[in-house]
């Protein structure tokens, strides 16, 4: 009775062990990508954009992420002019067209 006792407690531990890791793993899987920490003040030739995204709603500052054709990444303000036109051009040539 008492082996069953404590092979029943050690299972109840051990489950309880992993849906605590596995909840631990769902949290960092649905964790922002990238943030931005520091902002690049300067803008770069539109040619030179291959891409701009916003940061995770998650992250602690707004920005928006540069890539560039040569593969490097910039961060830019949430409030940067700039980026939030360079944003909202890529965004509504994309979508117009898929429109069309």
Same mark, same amino acid.
């Given at each position: 009775?008492?082996?069953?006792?404590? &092979?029943?407690?050690g299972?109840?531990?051990?489950?309880?062990?992993?849906?605590?890791?596995?909840?631990?793993?769902?949290?960092?899987?649905?964790?922002p990508?990238e943030?931005? &920490?520091?902002?690049?003040?300067?803008?770069?030739?539109?040619?030179?954009?291959?891409?701009? /995204?916003? /940061?995770?709603?998650?992250?602690h500052?707004? #920005?928006?992420?540069?890539? /560039?054709?040569?593969?490097?990444? &910039?961060?830019?303000?949430?409030?940067?002019?700039? #980026?939030?036109?360079?944003?909202?051009?890529?965004?509504?040539?994309?979508?117009?067209?898929?429109?069309?």
């Open positions: 009775m008492m082996k069953t006792l404590c &092979f029943t407690l299972l109840l531990l051990l489950s309880t062990c992993c849906c605590y890791a596995m909840l631990q793993a769902v949290q960092y899987s649905t964790a990508g943030c931005c &920490f520091n902002f690049y003040k300067q803008s770069i030739p539109l040619k030179r954009v291959s891409s701009i /995204t916003k /940061t995770h709603s998650a992250c500052n707004k #920005a928006f992420i540069v890539q /560039t054709t040569k593969g490097k990444q &910039f961060c830019y303000s949430g409030t940067s002019q700039w #980026a939030l036109d360079v944003y909202n051009q890529r965004h509504n040539t994309e979508g117009s067209s898929q429109q069309h």
